[in-house]
């Protein structure tokens, strides 16, 4: 079945530790995305990327970085985990950056202690 | 800052009564889409509107534009318990990607 995998679909990290959370799309879509979602502050986008090769910065984009480096894989990496990145992480793509709908990958819970 | 804010940010209604919510924006838009999340869930698009359109509709979705007042309206009609879930809207301006507003929680009571 077409559509976003996300891995893994939690985890519990250390503070000051590196990770890498994981987003593989198989619909050739152009644009990936992620956001982060907070209760009660929707969600916020990351990075963004509207092909492969480019990446560009979000609304939130301190302590994290991606790479495009083919049409499929957008990893999101933090690079030493702070507590205040507990959040629930979510990966998207489109067919193309505008007036097309997003598709979304179930899910990252992240909990940093 | 948020660019879309659904109002109410709770809703609790009946089996078979009407739903609505709000969106309201705050700079020029290209489109707003509205999504619906299940508990723990990935987001699932509902709908799509052009800034051009003034009202769409899709099965038991109403949605409807306003441009000059920069607001849209989701109208779900006769809710079933299934459509317990919370209802985001989001706005595409041309820059970066889809804004998102921080949702209306819909409960449907059997």
């Known amino acids: 079945i077409a559509g976003i995998t996300q891995a893994p679909t939690s985890q519990i990290l250390a503070a000051g530790r590196r990770m890498t959370l994981r987003c593989t799309q198989d619909m050739r879509h152009n644009a990936m995305y992620w956001y982060r979602q907070d209760l009660g502050l929707g969600l916020r986008l990351i990075h963004y990327s509207n092909t492969a090769g480019t990446t560009g910065k979000g609304e939130v984009p301190d302590g994290y970085s991606v790479s495009r480096a083919n049409t499929d894989d957008f990893p999101l990496t933090l690079a030493s985990a702070v507590p205040s990145q507990t959040s629930v992480y979510f990966c998207?793509?489109?067919?193309?950056?505008?007036?097309?709908?997003?598709?979304f990958g179930q899910g990252t819970r992240l909990t940093v202690v | 800052s948020q660019q879309g804010e659904e109002d109410p940010q709770a809703l609790s209604i009946q089996e078979g009564e009407n739903a609505t919510m709000n969106c309201s924006y705050k700079?020029?838009?290209?489109?707003l889409q509205w999504y619906r999340q299940n508990s723990g869930r990935g987001l699932v698009h509902l709908i799509l509107i052009r800034s051009n359109e003034r009202e769409k509709h899709s099965g038991r979705l109403r949605v409807t534009l306003d441009t000059s007042k920069k607001s849209s309206s989701l109208l779900i009609t006769a809710s079933r318990a299934a459509d317990t879930a919370s209802y985001f809207c989001a706005t595409e301006t041309g820059r970066r990607a889809l804004t998102f507003g921080s949702g209306t929680r819909l409960q449907v009571q059997p």
């Open positions: 998207a793509s489109s067919k193309d950056r505008l007036n097309t709908e997003a598709f």
């Open positions: 700079t020029s838009i290209n489109n």
